[in-house]
Nanobody, 116 residues
Framework: QVQLVESGGGLVQPGGSLRLSCAAS????????MSWYRQAPGKERELVAT????????NSADSVKGRFTISRDNAKNTVYLQMNSLKPEDTAVYYC?????????WGQGTQVTVSS
């Protein structure tokens, strides 16, 4: 079965950095684009960044451009989200996601809190 397990969240001060990881299993990881989403309290889940299956192209939301970088290691079945210059408004639960055929799968999420 498809499993996505996020890690790396935590409490960080404004301006700080975190790197999130998502370990994937249950499907051929190198064949699929991967995405990171986030959901802040009281808000809808939003797309943060996407990376192609080969890792040769990425897209990110305007709100994180220049600060967040998505990457992947197909040998390790892992996708990353490097988050720099964090702001309080980046506080959210971050989810790793993959769309396989007609269904989107989600990890359990990892909490990121940006606060002084």
């Amino acid at each position: 079965q498809v499993q996505l397990v996020e890690s790396g969240g935590g409490l960080v001060q404004p301006g700080g950095s975190l790197r999130l990881s998502c370990a994937a299993s249950g499907f051929t990881f190198s064949n699929y684009a991967m995405s990171w989403y986030r959901q802040a309290p009281g808000k809808e889940r939003e797309l943060v960044a996407t990376i192609t299956s080969a890792g040769d192209s990425t897209n990110s939301a305007d709100s994180v451009k220049g600060r967040f970088t998505i990457s992947r290691d197909n040998a390790k079945n892992t996708v990353y989200l490097q988050m720099n210059s964090l702001k309080p408004e980046d506080t959210a639960v971050y989810y790793c996601s993959v769309r396989l055929r007609l269904r989107r799968y989600w990890g359990q999420g990892t909490q990121v809190t940006v606060s002084s």
